[in-house]
């Protein structure tokens, strides 16, 4: 009969369909996709370095490899290229992402081959993937980058040789090197790989499944990692020795700074009372950061992260003491670099996002469905299963819909910020543009103009034009008079205002001129930031007098009248200038969970 056949073809031409249609439905959905928030931010250094300005950002000065971008050139790279093509087109973004994740996933799928697993597996994993991680495909942040190229590193380690070949060994441990190296470069998160790697030799020396060519074999690998690393490591060194050794210093001060208070957990563990109760409130705080993660973002009952890396780390212990295949190899290279994340973000992490729980996740999904798809004709009900899934929305695109209120092509938002664009290209401007602190920087309205370094920060503006008012402080404050009189007039006042964390000492500014700029507001990022309090009066007053208006931008006046309404001068805020924060605006510290 025509329509008779095996279930094997069967299930090989489900597998077929629902690869096509993720494939396809990926591109689609990154043509359509909104630029905003750190991808935006991102873009930015892309065509930064297109047009000869280097690997910088421009908000408020140019500051070459800011520590701020924590997405390297493994994406931005051909985001580049992609610009140089196309121009800072909107779409640009998104499609480099979705292409550069999708190239490296298909090298996964075609290695997988060599496992026997075929197009099952495919299958799963492209549903998996998209119930779990659907705007990471189009997100031109290195998270997800990350994953594929530790998990693409894995796959060539572990992938059997039928021919026995030693050359065909070593230049398998080469490019998974290479894969390794460009993680590296990718984000620094990447290093939890390296640890699981590095268990991973330690496991197979202690239980003697080794050969004499396992030593070799980890030397071509490290040797893959440096050829990837090295080159951009030192284009980085030569850019940076150009600076001024101000700078240079200013930049290493706050690199540090970035890595201890950005939740890696590093400054929190250095200055626990007690490190053992640390590890406890971080298990629960983070359990419940990831449970409402799970629940808000992808629609699933909040234990199912928990369930997962729970299952991950278990299932790790056991293929620790079974006998090794190549299967089992590769589970085991995931199930480590997994758990090390995992428990790195339970015991350690304090951000307020799930996001860094994104790699064991995912891991413990390829885990799960390779691990599934070898086991006879479970092979084909998840062939049959990614089939039902397919026809389904995804929860991811749900939650999107939901939170940003965008049309089903997500177009509106895009037709805003063209809109927003054309106007500040066609309108001239007598005062500088401007956004508020890091947070609400308008990075997509900078990718979308021609040039770099369009905007100013408001804190900054404002700052110049307000002075401390000394003899108001000088009343207030007579203990003072006495060390000024000894010429220490300047360190006085800078002494008690910082050791008066309580705001006790009375103190006032001044206005010496007057402030006026064009504020850029990007109201999605308004509506949802949780850093929205402090610069809320400047915000709402400029509000008062757009240019400008749709519904996701506004572009208003900020004058010298509003501020002086909107601003007390006499308490803290982000706006007054009390400490010298450095020359360039630095991204604030997430704040607790409520």
Same mark, same amino acid.
């Given at each position: 009969?025509?329509?008779?056949?095996?279930?094997?073809?069967? =299930?090989?031409?489900?597998?077929?369909?629902?690869?096509?249609?993720?494939? =396809?439905?990926?591109?689609?959905?990154?043509?359509?996709?909104?630029?905003?928030?750190?991808? @935006?931010?991102? &873009?930015? #250094? @892309?065509?930064?370095?297109?047009?000869?300005?280097?690997?910088?950002?421009?908000?408020?000065?140019?500051?070459?490899?800011?520590?701020? #971008? *924590?997405?390297?050139? *493994?994406?931005?790279?051909?985001? =580049?290229?992609?610009?140089?093509?196309?121009?800072? $087109?909107?779409?640009?973004?998104?499609? !480099?992402? =979705?292409?550069?994740?999708?190239?490296?996933?298909?090298?996964?799928?075609?290695?997988?081959?060599?496992?026997?697993?075929?197009?099952?597996?495919?299958?799963?994993?492209?549903?998996?993937?998209?119930?779990?991680?659907?705007?990471?495909?189009?997100?031109?942040?290195?998270?997800?980058?990350?994953?594929?190229?530790?998990?693409?590193?894995?796959?060539?380690?572990?992938?059997?040789?039928?021919?026995?070949?030693?050359?065909?060994?070593?230049?398998?441990?080469?490019?998974?090197?290479?894969?390794?190296?460009?993680?590296?470069?990718?984000?620094?998160?990447?290093?939890?790989?390296?640890?699981?790697?590095?268990?991973?030799?330690?496991?197979?020396?202690?239980?003697?499944?080794?050969?004499?060519?396992?030593?070799?074999?980890?030397?071509?690998?490290?040797?893959?990692?440096?050829? &990837?690393?090295?080159?951009?490591?030192?284009?980085?060194?030569?850019?940076?020795? *150009?600076?001024?050794?101000?700078?240079?210093?200013?930049?290493?001060?706050?690199?540090?700074?970035?890595?201890? !208070?950005?939740?890696?957990? +590093?400054?929190?563990?250095? !200055?626990?009372?007690?490190? +053992?109760?640390?590890?406890?409130?971080?298990?629960?705080?983070?359990?419940?950061?990831?449970?409402?993660?799970?629940?808000?973002?992808?629609?699933?009952?909040?234990?199912?992260? +928990?369930? $997962?890396?729970?299952?991950?780390?278990?299932?790790?212990?056991?293929?620790?003491?079974?006998?090794?295949?190549?299967?089992?190899?590769?589970?085991?290279?995931?199930?480590?670099?997994?758990?090390?994340?995992?428990?790195?973000?339970?015991?350690?992490?304090?951000?307020?996002?799930?996001?860094?729980?994104?790699?064991?996740?995912?891991?413990?999904?390829?885990?799960?469905?390779?691990?599934?798809?070898?086991?006879?004709?479970?092979? %084909?009900?998840?062939?049959?299963?990614?089939?039902?899934?397919?026809?389904?929305?995804?929860?991811?695109?749900?939650?999107? @819909?939901?939170?940003?209120?965008?049309?089903?092509?997500?177009?509106? %938002?895009?037709?805003?910020?063209?809109?927003?664009?054309?106007?500040?290209?066609?309108?001239?401007?007598?005062?500088?543009?401007?956004?508020?602190?890091?947070?609400?920087?308008?990075?997509?309205?900078?990718?979308?103009?021609?040039?770099?370094?369009?905007?100013?920060?408001?804190?900054?503006?404002?700052?110049?034009?307000?002075?401390?008012?000394?003899? %108001?402080?000088?009343?207030?404050?007579?203990?003072?008079?006495?060390? +000024?009189?000894?010429?220490?007039?300047?360190? $006085?006042?800078?002494?008690?205002?910082?050791?008066?964390?309580?705001?006790? !000492?009375?103190?006032?500014?001044?206005?010496?001129?007057?402030?006026?700029? #064009?504020?850029?507001?990007?109201?999605?990022?308004?509506?949802?930031?949780?850093?929205?309090?402090?610069?809320?009066?400047?915000?709402?007053?400029?509000?008062?007098?757009?240019?400008?208006?749709?519904?996701?931008?506004?572009?208003?006046?900020?004058?010298?009248?509003?501020?002086?309404? $909107?601003?007390?001068?006499?308490?803290?805020?982000?706006?007054?200038?009390?400490?010298?924060?450095?020359?360039?605006?630095?991204?604030?510290?997430?704040?607790?969970?409520?």
């Amino acid at each position: 009969m025509i329509f008779a056949t095996s279930p094997r073809r069967l =299930a090989a031409g489900l597998c077929l369909l629902v690869c096509a249609w993720f494939f =396809a439905a990926t591109l689609c959905a990154a043509f359509r996709t909104e630029l905003g928030f750190d991808p @935006a931010y991102h &873009a930015n #250094v @892309a065509k930064s370095f297109v047009l000869g300005q280097g690997w910088a950002t421009h908000y408020e000065r140019s500051f070459p490899f800011n520590p701020d #971008v *924590t997405t390297g050139p *493994t994406l931005l790279l051909p985001a =580049a290229a992609m610009i140089a093509v196309f121009g800072n $087109a909107l779409w640009v973004p998104a499609v !480099t992402a =979705a292409c550069v994740h999708l190239a490296i996933f298909l090298l996964i799928l075609l290695r997988l081959r060599g496992f026997g697993l075929k197009g099952t597996a495919a299958a799963a994993l492209c549903v998996a993937f998209t119930l779990y991680a659907h705007t990471w495909w189009l997100s031109l942040t290195a998270d997800f980058v990350v994953v594929l190229l530790l998990v693409l590193a894995c796959v060539l380690l572990a992938e059997p040789d039928p021919e026995a070949s030693p050359r065909s060994r070593l230049r398998r441990s080469f490019v998974a090197g290479v894969c390794v190296g460009l993680a590296l470069l990718a984000k620094a998160l990447a290093w939890f790989g390296v640890v699981g790697l590095a268990l991973y030799g330690l496991v197979a020396f202690v239980r003697g499944a080794r050969s004499g060519s396992d030593g070799l074999r980890a030397g071509v690998l490290v040797l893959g990692l440096m050829a &990837a690393v090295l080159p951009w490591k030192l284009y980085e060194a030569a850019s940076l020795r *150009t600076l001024p050794a101000e700078q240079r210093a200013e930049r290493a001060d706050y690199a540090s700074e970035f890595l201890r !208070t950005q939740g890696s957990g +590093i400054a929190e563990w250095e !200055t626990a009372p007690s490190r +053992i109760a640390l590890l406890g409130s971080n298990l629960k705080r983070n359990a419940s950061v990831l449970a409402r993660d799970f629940e808000q973002r992808y629609g699933l009952p909040g234990w199912t992260g +928990i369930v $997962a890396m729970a299952g991950l780390l278990l299932f790790t212990l056991l293929l620790m003491r079974q006998r090794p295949d190549p299967l089992r190899r590769l589970l085991l290279m995931l199930g480590l670099i997994g758990s090390v994340q995992a428990a790195w973000f339970l015991l350690l992490s304090q951000s307020w996002s799930a996001k860094y729980a994104l790699a064991p996740t995912l891991l413990a999904i390829v885990v799960l469905c390779l691990a599934s798809a070898q086991r006879g004709r479970l092979r %084909y009900l998840l062939a049959l299963g990614a089939v039902v899934v397919m026809l389904q929305p995804s929860a991811a695109a749900r939650y999107q @819909a939901s939170l940003l209120r965008f049309e089903t092509t997500q177009s509106a %938002y895009t037709r805003d910020l063209a809109s927003t664009r054309d106007y500040l290209q066609r309108t001239p401007m007598n005062v500088p543009l401007a956004g508020c602190g890091w947070v609400f920087a308008p990075w997509e309205t900078e990718y979308a103009l021609p040039g770099v370094g369009h905007f100013r920060d408001c804190r900054r503006l404002i700052r110049e034009a307000l002075a401390f008012d000394d003899a %108001y402080y000088l009343d207030q404050h007579p203990a003072a008079r006495e060390q +000024i009189e000894r010429g220490q007039y300047r360190d $006085a006042l800078d002494h008690h205002l910082r050791t008066d964390a309580q705001g006790t !000492t009375p103190f006032r500014f001044r206005w010496i001129a007057e402030p006026s700029f #064009v504020l850029v507001v990007n109201h999605v990022f308004w509506r949802i930031s949780a850093y929205r309090e402090s610069d809320r009066a400047v915000l709402e007053a400029c509000l008062q007098h757009p240019l400008h208006q749709t519904d996701y931008f506004t572009v208003a006046l900020c004058s010298a009248d509003a501020l002086r309404d $909107a601003l007390p001068l006499d308490r803290p805020s982000a706006f007054l200038p009390v400490q010298d924060d450095g020359g360039f605006v630095r991204k604030p510290a997430p704040l607790p969970l409520r």
